[in-house]
């Protein structure tokens, strides 16, 4: 049996001498990258491996809840946008991805606590790696999208080259939303059930399934306030519009996630030390 | 699993000392938990009764101004009552948590045997839960790779490596968790109460796996309820009451001391 001593550069962990918490968590978290990897394989394999199709529920998943709205909303409520099922199902995906990553990232944080309490890993493992497996599945539903823009008659546009850029962006904000939320979650654990309130009313006041113009002006004036109509639409824009969207918007999207993404970060990482304080 | 017998244990602590700085060091800590005196589970109640300024917080003391040095190749103990504050110490010592006040040193990387089996999944492959248990761990993925051969064998797990875990009986679990924990040598290896992985055979086999370690100059910090376990493998001890260390010495005087006390009290 063989017995190697680790002589490899010994590493002194002191409690006192510290990097302030939001830059030795990134440190930390970039140390500990292969647990976020194998964390998304985790939830992406084992999700499915039981179930028949597997993987493609990924798949399958929006494009059930496309037909049931396109049916809904162009049958009963007769809204004419040409193309519905192709236009709600570009920003469907955008806006499933937000949800279940942000409170993925509570829920991961709240229920597994229990491992946080035994061993030492970065605080943000989870939020990371919700996100990792968000954007996994938001590239697999692309998809099913591009098939359903093929299939009713809309061709494919160049611009969805230029998707990841708005991926990227979700995923900053998406990363904020839940690190905040996580950290709420610490010391109230009534948040987690709290959140999915917000997020049904959240999902209303965005134009996922209407346009955006059909709201009254005074409406439509203060729905500017809210991040995701313009996250929403830079990805509709490039995947479903094929036009590429003036700079202002570029600039205001980068803007809002890169502040949600560092206040999320800060907030988070300066009340980390407390999971271990609250059992 | 019992532990190695510490046979030859010379008086060793002041000699040890001599070989440099501490591996663990706690100066002056103190972990201070603030409960509110009444449990609020709900946001709204707790909203209410803060701004009626009617929440009031009690301090729980966990550990209480404890300076302890643990030196290179020492297997440690640590006795008290149910409460004393062990549990939190073992947790400093691992990183799960931060001094109130104080500072705490560990040079060196500690391989708690507290989360044997961490984040394992039911229906991943043995293999894929090596990987994902030894990220848990902080093995990067190349070290795994390279420990993978040695896990396998050491688990004796040789045919089912590539099965599901669900199809595992408790004591495979068990031994693939040990092996991971234990496939790289650690500075410091934390042991709370004395574990029995799997069936005889595999206890000696761990055993005799953590007496390699020992030999080859880790150290051992061990929190057990069994008086008899410390005094046989431990070189020193320390007694811990209500967050303060009553003292700290050799194992056998330690228990002696813990257990007239207990007598006492009782």
Redesign the interface.
């Known amino acids: ?6 002589k490899s550069s ?7 001498t510290h990097l302030p918490q939001l830059l030795l968590e990134l440190k930390e978290a970039w140390r ?1 990258r ?2 976020v ?3 998304v ?2 939830d992406i ?2 999700r499915y ?2 179930s028949v199709l597997g993987i493609a529920w990924t798949m399958l998943n929006p494009l059930g809840m496309m037909i049931i709205l396109s049916i809904v909303f162009s049958e009963v409520f007769r809204v004419a946008i040409e193309g519905y099922p192709a236009y709600v199902l570009s920003a469907l995906i955008a806006w499933t991805f937000f949800s279940q990553t942000s409170s993925n990232a509570i829920n991961a944080l709240v229920w597994g606590g229990d ?7 970065p605080r943000s493992t989870f939020a990371l790696s919700s996100i990792g497996t968000g954007l996994v599945n938001l590239v697999l539903s692309l998809v099913p999208l591009i098939a359903v823009t093929l299939a009713i008659g809309i061709p494919l546009h160049a611009t969805l080259l230029l998707s990841p850029l708005a991926m990227l962006m979700l995923a900053m904000f998406s990363l904020g939303v839940g690190l905040l939320i996580s950290t709420i979650g610490i010391y ?4 987690v059930e ?1 959140y999915q309130i917000v997020l049904t009313a959240w999902f209303y006041i965005t134009p996922i399934i209407y346009p955006l113009d059909i709201l009254p002006e005074r409406v439509q004036a203060a729905v500017q306030f809210n991040p995701m109509v313009h996250l929403i639409n830079l990805f509709r824009d490039l995947v479903f519009y094929g036009k590429i969207p003036p700079l202002e918007t570029w600039l205001l999207c980068f803007a809002v996630s890169l502040g949600t993404l560092l206040l999320g970060w800060l907030v988070f990482t300066g009340k980390s ?1 407390e999971f ?2 609250r059992t | 699993m019992s532990l190695p017998t510490a046979p030859e244990i010379q008086t060793a602590a002041a000699t040890l000392t001599a070989n440099g700085l501490p591996v663990v060091e706690l100066q002056d800590v103190t972990v201070r938990y603030r409960v509110p005196r009444e449990r609020y589970r709900t946001f709204k109640e707790f909203a209410i009764r803060r701004v009626q300024g009617r929440v009031q917080f009690e301090d729980l003391l966990a550990l209480d101004g404890v300076s302890l040095q643990v030196f290179k190749g020492e297997v440690f103990g640590l006795v008290g009552a149910n409460g004393a504050g062990k549990t939190t110490l073992l947790r400093l010592v691992a990183r799960v948590m931060r001094p109130t006040k104080g500072r705490v040193i560990v040079r060196g990387r500690v391989a708690p045997l507290l989360a044997m089996g961490a984040g394992f999944h039911p229906e991943l492959t043995g293999r894929e839960n090596v990987f994902l248990n030894g990220a848990l761990l902080g093995y990067t993925r190349h070290q795994i790779e390279e420990k993978m051969d040695w896990i396998v064998d050491f688990a004796e797990l040789r045919a089912f490596i590539d099965a599901p875990l669900r199809t595992y009986s408790s004591g495979m679990m068990a031994r693939l968790g040990f092996a991971v924990a234990t496939a790289q040598m650690p500075e410091v290896l934390i042991i709370d109460e004395v574990l029995s992985v799997g069936d005889i055979a595999f206890q000696e086999k761990s055993a005799a796996r953590i007496r390699e370690f020992r030999e080859a100059g880790a150290t051992i910090l061990l929190v057990s309820h069994s008086m008899g376990a410390v005094k046989k493998m431990c070189s020193r001890a320390a007694w811990l009451d209500h967050g303060r260390v009553m003292a700290v010495d050799q194992a056998e005087a330690v228990v002696e001391k813990f257990e007239k006390y207990m007598e006492v009290s009782s």
Request: glycine share 0%; aromatic share 16%; no cysteine.
């Open positions: 049996m063989e017995t190697t001593v680790s010994t590493e002194v962990y002191d409690s006192a500990y292969d647990l990897l194998f964390l394989r985790r394999t084992a491996k039981r491992l946080l309490q035994r061993i030492y890993i109230f654990a009534d948040v709290m030390d271990a304080y």
